[in-house]
């Protein structure tokens, strides 16, 4: 009887020690590193003094069997079709107004858990035609004038900078950002796991799965 105690203050002690493991893991402060440029984007994800790239993808090429010889002249045995599906969004069900209550709600919640270290934008706007990209201007000039102003009264910003331009003599348009922000991944757990039961139900209500073509 007393082994079995022994064993079960064991396994005990070992899973309270694997859970307080894994809380001091969530407390560690986590950033997102991207940087764009012109088309090219990178990402990496920082968990302390680790940094894990996570965007562009590494993509292994999958060597393909050599077909297996026919005997008699036989033609190769097709292979069955795969079902394969697809997801779309619901339109039907989609309320423009309960994903803005939703995502305030979460905003407010979370609001304090991010912050923006780093926010710097440069976009030189250049078309083929002088009028198109006088009116482009003016239109980005808008949007940004009211994003910036919206992210600064909602996260806690350090350095940042946006820059709109126009190249009226360009025939295209170049742009560059980098943003790194971080965030504490037992806030967003817990703020996901209160609100999990209504991301469910809305990810039911609104995607839709269908079949999609078939391949072989």
């Not at 764009?36 to 562009?56: C, L």
């Not at 209550?101 to 919640?109: A, C, V």
């Not at 980098?178 to 991944?185: A, E, G, I, Q």
Request: glycine residues 6%; positive net charge.
């Amino acid at each position: 009887m007393s082994v079995l105690l022994v064993i079960l203050a064991v396994f005990v002690g070992l899973v309270l020690l694997a859970l307080l493991l894994i809380l001091l893991l969530l407390c560690v402060r986590t950033g997102i590193d991207v940087v764009g440029v012109n088309g090219d984007v990178s990402a990496e994800v920082r968990y302390g003094p680790v940094r894990i790239p996570v965007w562009p993808r590494l993509r292994r090429k999958k060597e393909q069997p050599p077909p297996e010889p026919q005997e008699d002249g036989q033609k190769p045995q097709k292979k069955r079709k795969k079902k394969k599906y697809r997801y779309s969004i619901n339109r039907e069900e989609l309320d423009i107004g309960e994903l803005m209550d939703f995502s305030h709600r979460l905003h407010s919640e979370l609001t304090d858990a991010v912050q923006i270290s780093r926010l710097r934008v440069r976009v030189v706007i250049g078309t083929d035609d002088a009028a198109k990209t006088g009116i482009l201007l003016g239109q980005s000039a808008a949007i940004t004038g009211m994003i910036v102003p919206f992210l600064e009264n909602t996260f806690s910003m350090r350095d940042y900078h946006v820059d709109v331009d126009a190249d009226f003599e360009a025939d295209h348009t170049e742009w560059a950002f980098t943003v790194f922000c971080w965030l504490r991944p037992l806030r967003v757990l817990w703020c996901l796991l209160r609100h999990s039961g209504e991301l469910y139900r809305m990810y039911k209500r609104m995607i839709k799965k269908e079949e999609a073509i078939t391949h072989e």
